[in-house]
């Protein structure tokens, strides 16, 4: 062995000896915390609401899950994200849903137009033309640190032009790292023309 590359390995050897197994361990810093802490959730009577992400794939557009559990909810897909974002999806077209999100001080995420606190609706389908049958709508917090307090989802029908009931509705929703979701029917009726999701930062 050359001198020039026996010196290389002596040094090796003698920075591994004085920084010891730490120095060729990749030792992680405990798992990050989050710092968006979510309680007293709250899902309507009779829906299944999903509280761990199951990784099926790559993600897929417009069903309002995140499918590759990375967090985020139907990236790649024209629709804004956000540390808060909630989706649904529905694949009766003509039928007529709306997202309606209210922040803690009790103000409704509406198009184009963000809230007080920074939530801003972006799609709202079928009604805008965008949707081209993907019947998707998207709420998002567009700006700043999410509020704290009581926040409130309203999956609604407001119309079914048609189609006929019950409809099935996906929603999604992204709280930080965390994300749940859950199918509704809805259907014409006190009762049944609308569900809430609630939880509380």
């Not at 965008?130 to 509020?147: D, Y």
Request: charged residues 25%; hydrophobic residues 40%; contains cysteine.
């Amino acid at each position: 062995m050359p001198r020039r590359h026996r010196l290389v390995a002596v040094i090796a050897l003698a920075s591994a000896a004085l920084l010891g197994p730490a120095a060729c361990l990749d030792a992680p810093g405990g798992p990050a915390k989050d710092a968006l802490s979510v309680r007293d959730v709250k899902a309507p009577e009779g829906a299944g609401l999903e509280l761990a992400c199951t990784p099926t794939g790559v993600e897929l557009c417009f069903d309002a899950r995140d499918n590759n559990c990375n967090g985020v909810i139907d990236e790649g897909c024209g629709l804004h994200t956000g540390i808060l974002q909630f989706v649904i999806a529905w694949e009766t077209a003509e039928a007529d849903v709306d997202l309606n999100v209210y922040d803690p001080a009790g103000e409704l995420a509406r198009l184009g137009e963000s809230t007080s606190t920074g939530l801003l609706k972006d799609r709202d389908c079928p009604r805008n033309g965008e949707c081209q049958g993907q019947n998707v709508e998207n709420v998002f917090l567009a700006e700043g640190e999410p509020r704290r307090g009581r926040y409130r989802v309203v999956v609604r029908l407001d119309k079914l032009n048609g189609a006929a009931p019950p409809i099935k509705v996906r929603l999604g929703a992204r709280v930080g790292q965390r994300s749940y979701g859950m199918t509704v029917e809805l259907a014409p009726g006190p009762g049944t023309e609308e569900k809430t999701f609630e939880f509380t930062l």
